[in-house]
């Protein structure tokens, strides 16, 4: 069996990825991106902004092309220049880059970036720990299982981590009198633009819950807030 300090040097080296990770991610967010200025897009941010009492909703463009939504870990808000392109040639509407917006505050309010540091550092202990276990019952393949039992740990924790931040989305984008259907409309248009859609790779292995999934859990609350009222 493995021993407390080999546990503690796995937490040890999760924790210096992350910060690692973090600053690299920073460093090329600082590069590569800018301040959105639409005067079409702050009027439906500007929405949200009233919700949340804040004079403004800040945005930033990463100037890279995959269509794509990020709340960085220093609580920064980007949209991908592919996810604008999307917009101007009007493939996707404001109300839906709203939806996007509103999801990655969801990431930041609810504290996922800072809880994934906790993650990060528990599924390398947890690798750590099943290479050794898994090694030496099973050599050869060991390491393989080890692997892919704890990616099955990180993409159920990311799946939980999507649901919430579309509950959160929701909420705010209701209260703002934008309502969920942007929300929904969106997910349906990112399934056709990214081909698959994630068919043919098991749910459970997928970081992000299928369109389908994550549409029913969205009108799944809105049912609930419906009784509630």
Do not use: C
Not at 17 to 34: G, Q, V
Not at 67 to 83: K, Q, S
Not at 173 to 183: A, D, E, M, N, R
Not at 211 to 217: G, K, L, P, V
């Amino acid at each position: 069996m493995l021993k407390l300090p080999a546990l503690l040097l796995a937490l040890g080296y999760g924790l210096v990825m992350w910060f690692f990770s973090a600053w690299r991610l920073k460093r090329e967010m600082d590069e590569s991106s800018t301040q959105l200025e639409d005067t079409r897009l702050d009027a439906v941010f500007g929405r949200m902004a009233k919700v949340l009492d804040v004079p403004r909703i800040r945005v930033n463009v990463h100037e890279v092309q995959p269509v794509n939504g990020l709340a960085a870990p220093d609580g920064r808000i980007f949209l991908t220049r592919g996810f604008l392109d999307k917009f101007r040639t009007g493939e996707v509407t404001a109300e839906e880059l709203a939806s996007v917006v509103a999801h990655e505050l969801g990431h930041v309010a609810l504290g996922h970036s800072r809880r994934r540091l906790i993650d990060f550092s528990g599924q390398n202990a947890i690798r750590v720990v099943l290479m050794g276990v898994l090694g030496r019952v099973l050599p050869g393949v060991g390491p393989y299982l080890a692997n892919m039992l704890a990616s099955l740990v990180a993409a159920r924790l990311s799946r939980q981590d999507e649901y919430e931040a579309d509950a959160y989305a929701s909420a705010l984008l209701v209260k703002s009198g934008i309502g969920t259907g942007p929300q929904k409309t969106l997910f349906r248009k990112l399934e056709k633009m990214h081909g698959a859609g994630g068919r043919g790779v098991p749910a459970w292995m997928l970081s992000h819950p299928k369109s389908d999934e994550r549409i029913a859990a969205i009108e799944a609350n809105e049912a609930r807030w419906q009784v509630e009222r």
